[in-house]
């Protein structure tokens, strides 16, 4: 099974030659049911956690203290955009505390992010252990096989400054404008919307869903600076983890499914076009950037929900 995100609806680049300099590439993960092993990069799957290594608890004093709960994990080989661990790990595993009970204001999360190199993990620590509760349901991922496609992305629209960024946002405002005419000459029933003109922020900028690498989001709080507090540096955006795969405002980002499942033990499975295959839920429904220091991978990572 491929999953394609279809063409975005024009080239930004042509309109505004400037945001060259500020394109990147992401992996989005497609993450869709399936049954992962620990050879796969997956979500909600067994870690290759090697036997002897104890596994991870949380930290911080809470009622439920207990083992941290599998979320996902990447290997480099399937996922062009991830950032390069230390000490030449291959393999990214992340793990959190499925209680929001933490953090100065007691209602923060807590994830927990583990390197290795997997070819040094001979035997598999099995069976893996699981929190006894959980505070939310929405911190349960359901495993998932991934589908890695790289996309184009450019800054949230926030994020530009200067002549460009007033450029791009009286272009968005036109954009806009027209997308509520085309509204108001379909009489509010809805079918204008099919004709509705693209949005820098919604169909061109920052793809939605679970991915790797690329531009974060900032729905919530608008941009922020994120320095490393090892060394000061500014930190680069390493995973999303997103509650859908898109939303109504990003329709264009839904991917095509193609072709059929063709790896051993993975499968597809039902509901390959559903909008949440993980079943998970991050804050209200928003999405969890994860960010990493460039300069020195085992820094502290910092978290920004959105």
């Not at 809470?62 to 080989?77: D, E, F, I, K, M």
């Not at 869903?209 to 490393?228: E, F, I, L, R, Y």
């Not at 390959?272 to 820094?299: I, Q, S, W, Y």
Request: hydrophobic share 35%; charged share 20%; proline share 11%.
């Amino acid at each position: 099974m491929i999953f394609t995100t279809p063409p975005r609806p024009l080239d930004i680049e042509d309109l505004f030659p400037g945001l060259a300099a500020h394109r990147a590439t992401a992996t989005r993960l497609h993450p869709r049911p399936g049954r992962p092993t620990v050879r796969h990069s997956h979500v909600g799957g067994p870690l290759l956690w090697p036997a002897g290594e104890p596994w991870p608890a949380c930290d911080e004093e809470h009622p439920h203290s207990g083992p941290l709960l599998a979320v996902a994990q990447l290997y480099a080989r399937d996922v062009p955009d991830l950032a390069a661990g230390p000490d030449g790990c291959d393999l990214l595993q992340v793990l959190w505390c499925p209680f929001d009970l933490h953090g100065p204001t007691g209602h923060g999360m807590h994830v927990r992010l583990r390197w290795r190199r997997s070819a040094e993990v001979r035997e598999v620590l099995a069976p893996q252990p699981e929190p006894a509760r959980v505070g939310f349901d929405g911190y349960v991922p359901a495993p998932c096989v991934l589908h890695p496609e790289q996309v184009t992305e450019y800054p949230y629209i926030e994020s530009l400054t200067g002549e460009l960024g007033e450029r791009v946002e009286e272009w968005e405002d036109a954009q806009e404008e027209a997308a509520y005419e085309a509204e108001d000459e379909d009489g509010g029933g809805g079918g204008g919307g099919d004709f509705a003109p693209p949005s820098y922020q919604s169909d061109l900028s920052v793809a939605p869903g679970w991915k790797a690498g690329g531009h974060a989001a900032w729905n919530v709080t608008g941009p922020g600076s994120m320095d490393c507090h090892g060394c000061g540096h500014g930190m680069r955006l390493l995973l999303t983890v997103d509650s859908y795969e898109w939303r109504s405002d990003s329709e264009s980002w839904r991917p095509l499914p193609t072709g059929a499942a063709g790896v051993t033990g993975v499968e597809a499975g039902a509901g390959d076009e559903a909008n949440r295959p993980t079943g998970v839920a991050v804050g209200n429904f928003g999405k969890l950037n994860v960010f990493a220091c460039p300069h020195d991978p085992a820094h502290p990572h910092r978290l920004s929900v959105q």
